[in-house]
């Protein structure tokens, strides 16, 4: 696999700084035997020497080479390489001196091949600087492959030269030097299988500088996302066309799994009664109830109540999902496998918490279980005696007609409604408050249900809906309420139930029971449940068994899902507030678990791809290019 080595020992300043300067700007390159010779006798005992002396030099790629093929040139290789990674201590010994006289013919080119920010480096100038340096030098050496330094241009000292003028910033930056005070010189070695360069750098300032683990990762990444730039590109190209099945796939999978979970009878009585007892102390809680803002005993008792929802095998399936999903991305990026937490200490699913947390707050309020049951406005299929404008409404709802025929008949519609029609005028309204064919306006729509809802009960309850939204320009509870009434009044069994709903939350249960049984009577699935819960609570109105079965088996039979779980579990002693908390967590842990299966990818792949394109922007800038402005410019890059 392609990849760029970075090691980065210091020295101090002074003698020994001058010497090592001399030593890689001197050098001369070792001639590449071509055939393969064996190791010569001399060789093989300076070996087995700096093996003895420095042992950590049988980790470098050089002694694995060498040890794999014991060649004359992948001796000096190791020789040469385990010499200057050991330079301080080298010197002092009679290994060095023993190099010296064994090394092979060389070739000399010049008198030095140092090079750093100027055109031309004097050594005599570097000599006199480095001697009166009483920091420590930093001796940063970086190296490749042969096959890539080949393949990628990089054996050469004038592309090596480059790429450190253009990144000098970004390495002073990392060793915390300002770009002022930064001093570098460096040369080239194009040497057995690891063609590399040494370089040498210090502050010339009063800040001595430092290099951390992050900051010799930082030099990594930028060193390496420049050098494999083009071949980086190709292979996230290929990852964002994997990561895009696999989004697909994971969708499809989380879908199949949440629906599953959403629609299935939660019997677990532990979960039940520790909700009962998170409600209990929720009860004593001032300030916010959040998970955040809990004490230690009670964010515990969250803790253990996902864990037990976590063992019901429908959370328990999609939860291993989500981990093997999760697994498929992080190979992109470490060859480590993930940790396998427990979901409540799983940091991805942190909503999870506040998702208990509001379940069981929700168990001491009046609630109504009907999120994701649509409140219709009426029919869509509107009858107009006029049949050119029947059909112009279909155009109008079906995207799969041209836009811009779509957009012609929005505008007709608006003429219509002009005109005075009052079912062009509630269709505009809808239009103007769902979009997408026009911008969303409140104003605008409340303007033409207000036109409308002179005749028409459907645009009564649209409007009585909109007015006791939150937007802040169209709130009028008192308004809001009058126009359901009159929607409710002239029949409209969805203004029936959204009325008793608002009068049930002021607690005003005597005006609330006479609609609510109207819109049950009238076949409302959200009205029939809502009945039957009170009559089984018996807490709002006196409990009635008898009248419970008949509403909720009334809602069973058009699909209401709580309305199952409550028949269900007619028998069971749990309070039905317990039992709709954690059926209703089923729903929000579903959704959770389908939102992240999403984000997931997405984050992961747009994460990388902006990354890799700020280092190329840097690149670009770096050669003269002007930055676009609206890139974002504060990202650093990715560690790689």
């Known amino acids: 696999m392609a990849r760029l080595i970075l090691k980065s020992p210091y020295i101090k300043g002074g003698a020994r700084a001058v010497n090592y300067a001399k030593y890689i700007g001197t050098r001369e390159r070792v001639e590449l035997v071509p055939d393969g010779r064996p190791a010569t006798k001399k060789q093989e005992q300076l070996i087995a020497s700096l093996v003895k002396g420095f042992p950590g030099a049988k980790k470098l790629p050089e002694y694995s080479e060498y040890h794999n093929s014991p060649t004359k040139v992948n001796a000096s290789a190791f020789i040469t390489q385990a010499l200057e990674d050991n330079w301080s201590d080298a010197q002092q010994s009679d290994i060095y001196a023993e190099y010296i006289a064994t090394r092979p013919r060389v070739e000399r080119f010049g008198s030095h091949g140092l090079f750093s920010d100027g055109d031309y480096v004097d050594l005599k100038d570097v000599t006199a600087e480095l001697q009166n340096c009483e920091k420590n030098v930093w001796t940063h050496i970086v190296s490749l492959k042969r096959e890539d330094a080949v393949r990628l241009g990089y054996d050469n000292a004038r592309t090596w030269r480059n790429l450190i003028r253009t990144h000098r910033n970004d390495i002073a930056a990392a060793m915390n030097i300002p770009?002022?005070?930064?001093?570098?010189?460096?040369?080239?070695?194009?040497?057995?299988?690891?063609?590399?360069?040494?370089?040498?750098?210090?502050?010339?300032?009063?800040?001595?500088?430092?290099?951390?683990?992050?900051?010799?990762?930082?030099?990594?990444?930028?060193?390496?996302?420049?050098?494999?730039?083009?071949?980086?590109?190709?292979?996230?190209?290929?990852?964002?066309?994997?990561?895009?099945?696999?989004?697909?796939?994971?969708?499809?999978?989380?879908?199949?799994?949440?629906?599953?979970?959403?629609?299935?009878?939660?019997?677990?009585?532990?979960?039940?009664?520790?909700?009962?007892?998170?409600?209990?102390?929720?009860?004593?809680?001032?300030?916010?109830?959040?998970?955040?803002?809990?004490?230690?005993?009670?964010?515990?008792?969250?803790?253990?109540?996902v864990d037990q929802m976590a063992r019901l095998s429908s959370v328990k399936k999609c939860y291993e999902k989500w981990l093997e999903l999760q697994q498929e991305v992080n190979g992109f990026y470490s060859d480590k496998p993930i940790e396998r937490t427990p979901l409540s200490q799983q940091k991805e699913f942190r909503a999870i918490h506040n998702a208990v947390v509001q379940a069981a707050v929700q168990m001491e309020q009046l609630t109504f279980e009907d999120k994701g049951m649509e409140e219709n406005d009426g029919p869509d299929d509107v009858t107009w005696d006029d049949a050119a404008f029947q059909q112009l409404w279909t155009v109008i709802r079906d995207d799969s007609f041209p836009l811009d025929l779509r957009d012609e008949g929005v505008a007709r519609l608006h003429s219509k409604a002009e005109d005075g029609d009052h079912y062009a005028q509630l269709l505009l309204g809808r239009l103007y408050r769902d979009g997408p064919l026009l911008t969303p306006d409140w104003v605008e729509a409340r303007y033409w249900f207000e036109q409308a809802a002179q005749s028409l009960p459907d645009a009564q309850y649209a409007l009585g809906k909109l007015l006791l939204s939150d937007d802040v320009e169209i709130h009028d509870r008192e308004q809001g309420l009058r126009w359901l009434t009159q929607a409710a009044e002239n029949g409209h069994e969805y203004a029936a139930y959204r009325l008793s709903k608002e009068l049930l939350i002021a607690r005003n249960i005597a005006d609330a029971l006479p609609w609510l049984t109207v819109s049950a009577e009238a076949g409302n699935p959200c009205a029939e449940y809502l009945l039957g819960k009170l009559y089984w609570e018996g807490e709002y109105i006196p409990q009635d068994t008898e009248q419970a079965v008949y509403w909720l088996t009334q809602a069973v039979e058009q699909g209401h899902p709580y309305a199952q779980i409550l028949l269900e579990r007619q028998d069971s002693s749990s309070l039905p507030s317990a039992i709709l908390a954690v059926n209703s967590l089923l729903h929000s842990i579903g959704r959770i678990f389908q939102d992240n299966a999403w984000i997931m990818y997405a984050t992961q792949g747009q994460h990388t791809d902006r990354k890799l394109r700020r280092r190329i922007q840097e690149k670009k800038i770096a050669m003269g290019h002007k930055p676009d402005d609206h890139e974002d410019q504060g990202y650093i890059g990715p560690a790689m």
């Not at 390496?224 to 980086?232: A, G, K, S, V």
């Not at 590109?233 to 949440?258: F, G």
Request: hydrophobic share 35%.
């Open 179 to 305: 770009p002022n005070d930064f001093r570098w010189y460096a040369a080239f070695h194009d040497e057995g299988d690891h063609p590399h360069i040494h370089m040498m750098a210090w502050s010339a300032g009063d800040a001595p500088g430092y290099l951390s683990p992050v900051g010799i990762q930082k030099i990594k990444s930028a060193l390496t996302n420049d050098i494999f730039r083009q071949e980086m590109l190709h292979v996230y190209e290929q990852k964002s066309q994997s990561r895009d099945e696999l989004v697909e796939e994971a969708r499809r999978t989380m879908l199949e799994l949440t629906d599953q979970m959403k629609h299935g009878i939660c019997e677990h009585p532990e979960a039940e009664q520790l909700m009962l007892t998170l409600a209990q102390e929720l009860e004593n809680v001032k300030g916010k109830k959040q998970y955040g803002y809990l004490s230690k005993r009670v964010k515990k008792l969250v803790d253990e109540i």
